[in-house]
């Protein structure tokens, strides 16, 4: 009875957190190569949903390297001021980040976050420490035109240690995705054209 409760635990742990399949309509629009964000209350009431996605036309392995790069990470995420890894797993299954952000008119805060990778698949995140209550997510990579292009699907649930106002928070979380995933598409592409 222990093995299976300490199997179900490992389960649990290694399951994604939502695992979201973008919908058709939002297919379609990613197909069209438009971005797509959606920021809403989580059902439980104490943090945000955020889910994106995009098409890139660039290789995983391009937009992983991109996703991946701590010190390009503050010029990729508007409220963003930096990025430092604090710990990293030799064999490069995961890494330790501290990152201090600042978003729009409020004060700062610092977030410890682990990242568990999947190359060039899926990154999985994780607040271990730090300002924010909830920071959890992943970011999955899908291969499309026989690896030629990605299709980046995100999901985050978080929580500001500050109080903001609902619909004000939500504004500014989508136009910061928003801004983001743009970077991501066009530094994959400026990393994936042929030289010259």
């Keep these: 009875m222990r093995l299976a409760l300490a199997l179900a635990a490992l389960l649990v742990q290694a399951s994604p957190v ?3 399949e973008p919908p058709g309509q ?7 190569g438009q971005t797509y964000v959606e920021v809403r209350p989580d059902p439980d009431g104490a943090s945000g949903l955020i889910r ?3 098409e890139i036309a660039a290789a995983p392995e391009v937009v992983w390297a991109v996703l991946t790069d701590c010190d390009l990470a503050p010029r990729m995420a508007p409220s963003l001021k930096s990025c430092r890894v604090l710990e990293r797993d030799p064999a490069g299954r995961w890494d330790i980040r501290e990152q201090i952000a600042r978003p729009g008119l409020m004060p700062r805060f610092r977030s410890i976050v682990r990242s568990d990778f999947d190359p060039p698949r899926r990154l999985r995140f994780k607040r271990t420490d730090g300002d924010l209550k909830i920071l959890e997510g992943e970011w999955r990579l899908i291969p499309l035109r026989g690896g030629r292009a990605t ?3 995100y999901e985050n649930r978080a929580a500001s240690p500050y109080a903001v106002p609902g619909a004000l928070a939500r504004l500014a979380l989508r136009r910061d995705v928003l801004m983001a995933m743009g970077a991501l598409k066009r530094e994959s592409l400026a990393r994936a054209a042929p030289a010259g």
Aim: hydrophobic share 70%; charged share 20%; glycine share 6%.
């Design 52 to 54: 994106a996605g995009v």
């Design 151 to 153: 299709r980046v699907v």
């Design 18 to 20: 939502w695992a979201w």
């Design 26 to 32: 939002v297919l379609a629009e990613l197909t069209r």
